[in-house]
């Protein structure tokens, strides 16, 4: 059998979506994990980068930061906590938070720092103060950058969010460890392709976010580029 | 921390990096073969692009855990399973880069070539690749990293590597062994990163040394 048959055939299978445990409630852990850690960390990593940005200072660290952090193994951070925390919700609240902080941090840095030094002349000219130029021209026009870095990073905690079942908490991850320790493949396939279509999901989501609020403006000069 | 553990342990901890460095080190060149077709493809015919670029941002977005468990059926429980994976996940990086490092090539110095008398396959090779060294090494850096630290998730499919000590140190409530794990994999991922950073300087001699 391939491993779609083994995933079609346990997602669709009606208890799975009933009782404690289910798929919709695993399924809601998971974001809830995921989407509690992205938001702690846009709110350090915006206003840092953005701060960065906009003065220069602290560039070349937040340069190397990114660098340095796709080569922390993020399991290797999760079991660390887990042994040294116990059962604390803060195992995994901070391996999610460290992981998505670089890419938010980095793309508010770049999005700010690379406004057209002309386009900060005019609104300097044009009587802004340094906190209108901030929140009127240069995080507008980063704009699109910022959301690269919120998708980059909700990918990647959301992909995290799979092994923060591993040490005894919920979310998809539940079916695939609960299902490998039982020698069954079937909710492992199944879980996999819940996680496939939750990722697919995200970046559905932040395409139409992008629409929303990058301003019109910006859109149509990029469509003409 | 333990310190004996590290004396006692040391043909296993030998072994164990060694699998670790194969896996990611494998798994980012493979990407990077694969990459340069599909990357001169895309540069040259511009409608592959869009399409491609589109099919490679989704399968990144699949989180590894569940890409190893799709080749389980064919694959098994293999490294060739996780090498398969990360190789995919090294061609969604290198790939853009690939393209953004050849159509970054100027017009003028294409034209120059062909000038002097070059075919376009000698033109790309001779000319335009080794201008889009820089770029797809940045592609290949990221990459190499990204395996070498993703090869741990294998562990928890049964594919050894430095990641058993995270699995192990877990179960047996034993951080000694999961700080040998990250300490390992990051000084690794450190090491390979700087071996890029000379092959880089080595291609490309027109360039500052920063």
């Not at chain 2, 099919?55 to 977005?61: C, F, G, K, R, S």
Request: glycine share 8%; with cysteine; net charge positive.
């Amino acid at each position: 059998m391939s491993y779609f048959s083994y995933a079609w055939g346990w997602v669709t299978q009606r208890v799975n979506w009933h009782g404690s445990g289910d798929i919709p409630q695993q399924v809601l852990a998971h974001l809830g994990y995921a989407g509690v850690s992205l938001l702690i960390a846009a709110v350090i990593a915006i206003p840092a980068g953005v701060a960065v940005g906009h003065t220069g200072r602290g560039a070349v660290f937040v340069v190397n930061l990114a660098n340095a952090w796709r080569a922390i193994p993020t399991l290797g951070l999760l079991v660390l906590l887990a042994v040294e925390l116990t059962f604390s919700p803060l195992s995994w609240l901070v391996p999610l938070v460290v992981l998505a902080i670089p890419p938010i941090l980095v793309n508010a840095y770049e999005g700010v720092a690379g406004v057209d030094p002309g386009v900060r002349d005019a609104a300097n000219g044009a009587g802004m103060t340094a906190w209108q130029q901030v929140t009127r021209v240069e995080v507008p026009i980063a704009l699109p950058l910022i959301l690269v870095g919120l998708r980059t990073a909700a990918i990647f905690v959301v992909a995290t969010a799979t092994i923060v079942a591993y040490i005894g908490f919920g979310g998809v991850g539940r079916f695939i460890f609960d299902g490998l320790a039982q020698y069954n493949f079937s909710p492992v396939a199944g879980g996999a392709l819940v996680l496939m279509v939750l990722a697919v999901l995200v970046l559905v989501f932040f395409a139409v976010l992008a629409r929303l609020v990058v301003p019109a403006g910006l859109r149509k000069q990029r469509r003409s580029e | 921390m333990n310190w004996s553990f590290i004396p006692s342990h040391i043909s296993d901890i030998w072994q164990y990096t060694r699998d670790t460095a194969q896996l990611g080190v494998l798994s980012a060149l493979f990407g990077l073969v694969i990459s340069l077709p599909l990357g001169i493809a895309a540069a040259r015919w511009r409608w592959f692009y869009p399409p491609a670029l589109t099919v490679v941002n989704v399968l990144y977005a699949i989180p590894a855990i569940a890409l190893f468990i799709v080749l389980i059926p064919s694959l098994g429980l293999t490294d060739t399973n996780v090498t398969v994976a990360l190789t995919l996940y090294s061609l969604c990086v290198i790939f853009p880069n690939v393209v953004a490092g050849l159509h970054a090539v100027p017009d003028s110095v294409r034209q120059s070539a062909t000038a002097m008398g070059y075919g376009a396959l000698r033109r790309l090779v001779q000319v335009e690749l080794p201008l889009a060294v820089p770029v797809i090494i940045a592609g290949l850096r990221v990459a190499m990293v990204s395996s070498i630290s993703l090869s741990s998730i294998g562990q928890l499919i049964g594919v050894y590597s430095l990641g058993y000590y995270f699995i192990d140190g877990y179960q047996r409530a034993f951080p000694t062994e999961i700080y040998i794990g990250l300490v390992l994999i990051i000084a690794l991922a450190v090491i390979c990163d700087l071996v890029l950073v000379g092959v880089r300087r080595v291609l490309t001699p027109w360039m500052a040394r920063s």
